[in-house]
Nanobody
Framework: QVQLVESGGGSVQAGGSLRLSCTAS?????MGWFRQAPGKEREGVAR????????YYADSVKGRFTISRDNAKKTLYLQMNSLKPEDTAMYYC??????????????????WGQGTQVTVSS
């Protein structure tokens, strides 16, 4: 098992930046960031494979968000730039421990953080 602890959410004006962090208590095969706005489904934002460093992004955040990780610290990051009001949501980090395909859907991940709120005002 692994525990995920997130930090870094907050409130910012449109066009601003935030960086989210998620520290894992153990090894993860891949990790991802998801978000869920009120009344909407949880959606995949970005994901990264631990060993290869390969990254994937949702179209809505490409060019604005960057996912990265520090393997030595077992910490995942999401740098969010040029934030928009539609980015407002609860953001969750997620981890998959075993191999296979790390898709953008929530059922591919075994463990979840507690969530951190991001609010972008216009």
């Amino acid at each position: 098992q692994v525990q995920l602890v997130e930090s870094g959410g907050g409130s910012v004006q449109a066009g601003g930046s935030l960086r989210l962090s998620c520290t894992a208590s153990g090894y993860t095969y891949c990790m991802g960031w998801f978000r869920q706005a009120p009344g909407k489904e949880r959606e995949g934002v970005a994901r990264i494979y631990t060993n290869s460093g390969s990254t994937y992004y949702a179209d809505s955040v490409k060019g604005r968000f960057t996912i990265s990780r520090d393997n030595a610290k077992k910490t995942l990051y999401l740098q969010m730039n040029s934030l928009k009001p539609e980015d407002t949501a609860m953001y969750y980090c997620a981890a998959r421990l075993s191999g296979g395909y790390c898709s953008s859907t929530r059922d591919a991940y075994n463990y979840w953080g507690q969530g951190t709120q991001v609010t972008v005002s216009s």
